[in-house]
Nanobody, 128 residues
């Protein structure tokens, strides 16, 4: 019943920006930590960013820190990933993930193993 649908991916030139969206349904959205992960061809799925239930705490992979910003809008059951200064190394399928948590203020998990629900992914391609 839980469904996560990513959108906003596409082709962008190096140095450009994209905003990914993830719309959630079938869950009490405000009780879930949310994460973004990505997987490039031939690579393992990699943590990108996560956010706690309220949006007051975020975590970022070192590779995207300072360039990407994750946010959420609980009224819209959505999370976002604003990506700037994109580089070819950012090319990957980006996945949205959700994990219900008990503590509202808990630090959002960064391990893919911590997330129970996943979207289908959206392709981001950065050309040089």
């Amino acid at each position: 019943q839980v469904q996560l649908v990513e959108s906003g991916g596409g082709l962008v030139q190096a140095g450009g920006s994209l905003r990914l969206s993830c719309a959630a349904s079938g869950l009490t959205f405000g009780t879930y930590a949310m994460g973004w992960f990505r997987q490039a061809p031939g690579k393992e799925r990699e943590f990108v960013a996560s956010i706690n239930r309220s949006g007051g705490s975020t975590s970022y992979a070192d590779s995207v820190k300072g360039r990407f910003t994750m946010s959420r809008d609980n009224a819209k059951n959505s999370v976002y990933l604003q990506m700037a200064s994109l580089a070819p190394e950012d090319t990957a399928v980006y996945y949205c993930a959700a994990q219900q948590v008990v503590l509202a203020g808990a630090v959002p998990p960064i391990s893919s193993l911590s997330y129970a629900h996943w979207g289908q992914g959206t392709q981001v391609t950065v050309s040089s």
